[in-house]
């Protein structure tokens, strides 16, 4: 079965340095997301990516994260200057359909920022 | 999105029927109900979604109630592997082209006890 796959599965950092999640969504799936959950806390949303633009970014989303799609096949998230909130767990998901289709979710990649 | 009521927590005992309830009394015409979980330390996984009718597929059945101000997620046969939170969110068929921003609530928190 297709699936959503996501690198690095944990990272640890420096406050202040670059991070870059990288994500391999499903190959036919044309809607590709970030969302993210800090520890015991609820799923957020962060960015939907369609057509090779962002189509819909949350609050969270601020000047210090970027996503693209660099060569057709995989999505990534960069982080500029790790604050020590950023520590979470990062999901990419992606779908085919964005208006009734279900979701597709990687296991996620976890960051510690230190 | 419009807002879902899930219980925090529900028990169940294995090879048992569960039902999860979720009320969303100011669901729109338009707002498809969809229902997803999370396994421990994984990604958010597709479950099930519906309009209007009750669905069933693989994994599960959505009861939906005539007046859609509520739903019921069923599992026939409760597995160990069934336990994890499982959401309910209302998703506008209208939210427009590369968008799919779910969003997660708190979600029921589903143990199965052997």
């Known amino acids: 079965e297709p699936e959503v796959t996501q690198t690095p599965s944990h990272q640890v950092t420096q406050m202040g340095q670059e991070v870059i999640l990288r994500c391999v969504p499903i190959?036919?799936?044309?809607?590709f997301y970030w969302y993210r959950q800090i520890l015991g806390q609820k799923v957020e949303f962060l960015v939907s990516?369609?057509?090779?633009?962002?189509?819909?970014k949350s609050e969270i989303f601020d000047d210090q994260f970027s996503v693209e799609r660099p060569d057709g096949s995989n999505f990534t998230l960069k982080i500029r200057s790790t604050k020590l909130e950023d520590s979470a767990m990062y999901f990419c998901?992606?779908?085919?359909?964005?208006?009734?289709?279900?979701?597709?979710f990687g296991e996620g990649s976890r960051l510690t920022v230190l | 999105d419009a807002k879902t009521t899930q219980p925090n927590s529900m028990e169940s005992n294995e090879e048992e029927p569960v039902h999860l309830p979720c009320n969303h009394s100011t669901i729109s015409g338009t707002d498809y109900i969809h229902w997803y979980r999370q396994l421990p330390s994984q990604g958010p996984e597709y479950v099930i979604h519906?309009?209007?009718s009750n669905v069933n597929n693989r994994m599960a059945s959505l009861a939906i109630a005539e007046d859609r101000k509520s739903s019921t997620l069923i599992l026939h046969r409760a597995t160990l592997r069934d336990a994890a939170v499982y959401y309910c969110i209302l998703r506008d068929v209208h939210s427009g082209a590369g968008s799919y921003q779910l969003t997660f609530g708190k979600g029921t928190k589903l143990s199965v006890i052997p």
């Open positions: 998901a992606s779908t085919r359909n964005a208006n009734t289709g279900e979701l597709f």
């Open positions: 190959s036919n799936h044309l809607y």
């Open positions: 519906g309009l209007t």
């Open positions: 990516f369609y057509n090779n633009e962002i189509s819909e």
